[in-house]
Structures are given as structure tokens and as C-alpha cells.
């Protein structure tokens, strides 16, 4: 019981390390198969930028005023991250933006520098995200935040699991994650994201709906990705990965400003 319980801590400490900058201790250890397992944790790690993300934006916007908030919010995050997924995004839409062949798209992504279609995607979603916080109050925008990076991680993982990798296994910079994801470990992942949707409702009740439709939303990107890169790619790879983080985080958050609306 305590070794698997070790063991998942384990899992846990190299999904925060493979996704932050959190320094981790060496003697946690590495093995390559472990990558893989630790995707089950992927939400829980997205829950933990969530917390940072909502900190700075609270304490921020305090000080300096919502609108600087809101940006050192997703600053931080980006700096935390060190701009995993939003690398991830640009290249995506780099290569799937214009009307090229698979192969061609492939070798787009790898391409280090940043495009047109890289460069809009970016200045679009990161201005969304900023537009959707500043649009929600802030007894809102705390919980949106917190749900809204954690569920995203869980799409990611949930495509992991339904579709292969596009791209050569061998050139694969994660190879592990190169590999479907287990049913249970997307059963726990999933989980990961129920446990921070009934914290919220047992906090406040009244967020059901900005909960229901923020949920929505991932769902329904998560759904629009995984067709879109099966019909482009075959499948996915890291960069699609990220890019399905990205917009599935903005459709959470823009879910919170439509039941505001509603509301």
C-alpha cells in the first residue's frame, strides 16, 4: 500500500516536473515508462497552475488594478510553463493553418521558428483568455481559472488515449507520450476533474451552470481537435497536444462569461 501510494507521489512530482519549471528532487528517479503512467496526473498539475494563475490574479488586481491582473495572471503561467502549450499552439496552427500534406505539416512543427498563422494564434487565444477575466468578476474568475486549466489538461489525455501518434515514435521528443494512454489512467485523470468540479459546487453551489457549460466547452474543443487532427495528421503529436490545452482552456473560460450572461 505505501509503495503505491510512493509510487503514484512519484508519478505526480514527474508530471509537475515534465510540465513546470518546479524543481524536483533527484532522488524521485526516472524511469522512461513512467512518463506515460504519470498522464493520469496531467489534470491534477493543471490545477496546480490553476492555483498559481488565480493568486496572481487576485493579489494582482488588487494592487495594480484588473486589467494588469488579469495579464500578470497569464503571464505567470506562461513563465511557469515555460510556454509548453503555447509553443505547442503556434506551431499547430503553423502547420495545419495553410493547405499542405500531412508529411509537410509534420515538418512544419518541427520547425523551431514561428509563422504567420503561429503568431496570430497566439495574439488571439492569449488576448481571449484576457478579455474572458477581465469580463468575469473575480469571485468568478478564481474558480473559472481553477477549472478551466485543470479540464484542459484531462483533453489532452483523453486524446492520448483514443488516437495514435501522427509522427515517427523514434523522432518523438516525449516518447512515452507517444504511447495511448491506459483506460484506467484516463479513468483517473477524468477523476482528477470531477474532484475539482464537486469542490467547487460544494463551495457554491449556484456555479453549477458556469461548471456545467465550462465543462461544455472543453468537450466540445476536445471533440473539434481530435477531428480535426485525425481528418489533418492521422493523429496527434506533442504540439497538438498543447495547442488542445490552449483552446480548450479558452472555451472553459469563455463557458464562465456565457453563464454570466445567461445568469
Known amino acids: 500500500m505505501l509503495n503505491a501510494l510512493w509510487h503514484e507521489l512519484r508519478l ?3 508530471a509537475l516536473q515534465f510540465f513546470t519549471r518546479v524543481p524536483v528532487p ?6 522512461p515508462e513512467w512518463l506515460n503512467a504519470s498522464a493520469r496526473h496531467f489534470p491534477l498539475v493543471g490545477f496546480f497552475v490553476g492555483v498559481i494563475a488565480a493568486l496572481v490574479l487576485a493579489v ?18 506562461v513563465w511557469l510553463t515555460g510556454a509548453f502549450h503555447e509553443d505547442g ?3 499547430t496552427c503553423d502547420a ?10 509534420l515538418e512544419i512543427m518541427k520547425d523551431s521558428r514561428i509563422g504567420s498563422y503561429g503568431a496570430v494564434a497566439l495574439v488571439l487565444v492569449l488576448g481571449l ?11 468568478l474568475a478564481v474558480p473559472a481559472l481553477l477549472l478551466a486549466h485543470t479540464a484542459s489538461r ?24 507517444a504511447q495511448r494512454v491506459s483506460f484506467a489512467g484516463l479513468v483517473v485523470a477524468l477523476a482528477w476533474v470531477l474532484a475539482v468540479g464537486a469542490g467547487l459546487l460544494a463551495v457554491r453551489w449556484a456555479w453549477w451552470p458556469y461548471v456545467a457549460i465550462g465543462l461544455a466547452g472543453v468537450a466540445l474543443g476536445t471533440l473539434v481537435c481530435g477531428r480535426w487532427f485525425h481528418r489533418r495528421l492521422g493523429g496527434i503529436t506533442g504540439d497538438t497536444l498543447g495547442a488542445t490545452q490552449q483552446i480548450t482552456e479558452l472555451l472553459c473560460l469563455l463557458g ?6 445567461w445568469a
Open 12 to 14: 505526480v512530482a514527474i
Open 60 to 77: 494582482g488586481s488588487q494592487v495594480l488594478g484588473i486589467a494588469i491582473g488579469v495579464w500578470l495572471s497569464i503571464a505567470a503561467t
Open 154 to 177: 484531462a483533453a489532452a489525455v483523453l486524446l492520448i488515449r483514443v488516437l495514435p501518434y501522427a509522427g515517427e515514435v523514434s523522432l518523438a521528443k516525449a516518447k512515452p507520450l
Open 129 to 139: 483568455k484576457a478579455a474572458t477575466l477581465s469580463a468575469l468578476p473575480m469571485a
Open 256 to 261: 464562465w462569461v456565457l453563464a454570466l450572461r
Open 96 to 105: 495545419l493553418g495553410g493547405a499542405v500534406s500531412r508529411e509537410r505539416a
Open 89 to 91: 499552439l503556434a506551431d
Open 26 to 31: 533527484q532522488r524521485i528517479g526516472f524511469e
